[in-house]
C-alpha cells in the first residue's frame, strides 16, 4: 500500500528519487542541428546604414549586442572597401534615399541580403526621443534583425531608367509652365491686356508680344524668359522622341493606351510607377500604391472614420491619372457615365478623384489580363499610335493612307462614338438597380459629406 502524500517520509524518499533528472535519449542528428542551427545565429550580423550624401554610418547587431562600426565614404571606392568586409551571413539595412540603389547594388555582390526599406514606415515603426545618426543606424540594425523592416521593391535597370526619364520630362514641364508664367506676370505688371491670339508663345503671339510697350528692363527679361523657353521646348522635344520610342516596343503601352483619356505619355508613367503589376495581388493593393484610397481611422466598437486620400506613393503618376480621368469624363463611355453619377452626389472633385481609382484598377486587370480596353474607339486608338510613331521619327505617310485614315472620317468617327455611347447607356441602366431603397423607419441617418465622398473614392456602391 502506497504511503499516502502527506506523510513526510514518502515526501522525503519522492524528493530524492526526483532530485536527478532521468537523461531522454537523444539522436546524434538532432543535436547536430541544433549546434548548427546555434552557430549560424551567432554568425549572423545585422548592419544598419545610416545614408547621408558623404558618408554613412554603420551599427552592426550580432548576438543580441548592437554596436557602432565607425562610418565609411559614399564614393565607389569606400562602398567597395566596406563591402570587402561583408561574408554570405551578413545582412544590410538603409533606408530609401538619393544614393541608396547605388549603394545597394555595390553591397549585393558580397552580403548575403541587402533590404532598403520605407523611411516613412521604418520612422512609424521606431520613433526615438533622441535622433541621430547613431541612433538611426542601431534602430535599422536592430528592425533587421527582428525581421521587422518594411522593405522596398528594387526596380530593374530598364524600369528604373524609364522612371528617371519620366521624372525627367515632368521637370521640364515644371520648367516651362514657370517661364511662361513669368512673361504673363510682365504683361500683367505694365497694364497690358490678354493677347488676341490663342498662343501667346505661338508665330502671332510672339509678333504681338514684340509691338507691346515695355520697359527696357521688362523687355529684356521677357527676351530671355523666350529664349529660356526655346531651349527648354527643344529637350522637351527630344525627351518625347526617346519616350516614344520606347513606347512603340511595349505592349503593355499600347494596351493601356486603349484607354479614352491615357496616351502614351500617361502609359508610360503609369507602367513606370508599376514596374512588375504581378507584385500587386489585387486591384486595392495598385490603389493604395498610388495612394488613392482614403484614410480610414476606427478603435474600439466606434464606427470608422473615413478621410481623404491618402497620396501615399508616387505623386507623379496618381496626377497622370487625375488627368487622364478628365479626359475620359468628357469622352463617350462607362467611365463618363461613372464620373457624371458621382459628381451629382458629391461634386466635381470627388468625382475626378473617383474616376482616377477607376482608372487604375482597370489599369491592374487590362495588364494582368493581357486584354485591350472593351469599350475602347478603334479609329481614336489608330490616331494615337500614328502620332506616336511620328514623334519616334518614323517617316510620314505622305499621299498614302494609313491606319489612322479612319480618324479623319467624320461617319466613322460618328459610328464609334455611337457604340461608346450605347455603352454608356448600358453602364447607367446597370447601375439603377444599385441605388438602395431605404424604408422610412428603417432609414440610417444621413453621413457626413466628407464620409460619402471618401465612398466615392472607394468605390462604394452608393
Not at 523666350?226 to 518625347?240: G, W, Y
Request: contains cysteine; glycine residues 6%.
Amino acid at each position: 500500500m502506497a504511503a499516502p502524500a502527506t506523510c513526510p517520509v514518502a515526501l522525503r524518499a519522492r524528493i530524492r528519487r526526483c532530485r536527478f533528472a532521468h537523461p531522454l535519449p537523444t539522436s546524434e542528428s538532432s543535436v547536430t542541428e541544433g549546434e548548427v542551427a546555434m552557430s549560424e545565429q551567432s554568425r549572423r550580423r545585422c548592419i544598419g546604414l545610416d545614408v547621408h550624401r558623404d558618408f554613412a554610418q554603420v551599427a552592426i547587431w550580432q548576438g543580441g549586442v548592437v554596436s557602432e562600426a565607425g562610418r565609411f565614404a559614399t564614393t565607389p571606392e569606400g562602398v567597395r572597401a566596406f563591402a570587402a568586409d561583408l561574408g554570405p551571413a551578413d545582412e544590410v539595412a538603409l533606408e530609401a534615399t538619393g544614393n541608396s540603389w547605388a549603394i545597394a547594388a555595390l553591397l549585393a555582390s558580397r552580403a548575403g541580403r541587402v533590404v532598403v526599406s520605407n523611411p516613412v514606415k521604418t520612422r512609424a515603426i521606431a520613433e526615438a526621443n533622441v535622433k541621430t545618426d547613431k541612433v538611426d543606424a542601431q534602430i535599422l540594425a536592430q528592425l533587421l534583425a527582428a525581421d521587422f523592416l518594411p522593405p522596398v521593391w528594387r526596380p530593374d535597370a530598364q524600369t528604373a531608367a524609364l522612371r528617371r526619364q519620366v521624372l525627367r520630362r515632368a521637370h521640364l514641364v515644371r520648367q516651362r509652365t514657370r517661364l511662361k508664367n513669368q512673361v504673363h506676370a510682365i504683361l500683367h505688371r505694365n497694364l497690358i491686356p490678354r493677347c488676341p491670339a490663342s498662343d501667346l508663345f505661338g508665330i502671332k503671339g510672339r509678333a504681338w508680344l514684340a509691338d507691346q510697350q515695355l520697359p527696357p528692363d521688362e523687355r529684356t527679361t521677357a527676351s530671355a524668359l523666350l529664349r529660356q523657353l526655346d531651349f527648354q521646348d527643344h529637350e522637351l522635344a527630344l525627351i518625347d522622341s526617346d519616350l516614344a520610342r520606347v513606347a512603340l516596343g511595349r505592349d503593355d503601352v499600347h494596351r493601356l493606351m486603349s484607354i479614352p483619356g491615357v496616351d502614351a505619355i500617361v502609359a508610360l508613367s503609369i507602367v513606370a510607377a508599376i514596374g512588375e503589376a504581378t507584385r500587386f495581388r489585387s486591384p486595392d493593393k495598385l490603389v493604395c500604391y498610388f495612394g488613392l484610397n482614403p484614410r480610414v481611422r476606427q478603435s474600439g466598437g466606434h464606427t470608422a472614420s473615413h478621410g481623404r486620400i491618402t497620396k501615399a506613393g508616387p505623386g507623379h503618376a496618381r496626377g497622370m491619372l487625375v488627368e487622364a480621368a478628365w479626359a475620359a469624363s468628357r469622352t463617350p463611355g462607362p467611365l463618363r457615365a461613372f464620373y457624371q453619377r458621382v459628381r451629382a452626389r458629391h461634386g466635381m472633385q470627388i468625382a475626378v478623384v473617383a474616376t482616377a481609382r477607376k482608372l487604375a484598377v482597370l489599369c491592374w486587370h487590362l495588364l494582368i489580363k493581357g486584354e485591350d480596353y472593351a469599350f475602347t474607339q478603334p479609329s481614336l486608338r489608330a490616331h494615337k499610335h500614328r502620332r506616336l510613331e511620328l514623334r519616334a521619327g518614323l517617316p510620314p505617310a505622305n499621299g498614302r493612307k494609313g491606319k489612322s485614315t479612319a480618324y479623319s472620317l467624320k461617319a466613322v468617327r460618328a459610328t464609334e462614338r455611337d457604340l461608346a455611347a450605347q455603352g454608356e447607356a448600358a453602364y447607367r441602366t446597370m447601375v439603377a438597380a444599385w441605388q438602395p431603397r431605404r424604408d422610412a423607419s428603417t432609414s440610417t441617418p444621413p453621413r457626413n459629406k466628407q464620409a460619402a465622398g471618401a465612398d466615392a473614392s472607394n468605390g462604394t456602391r452608393l
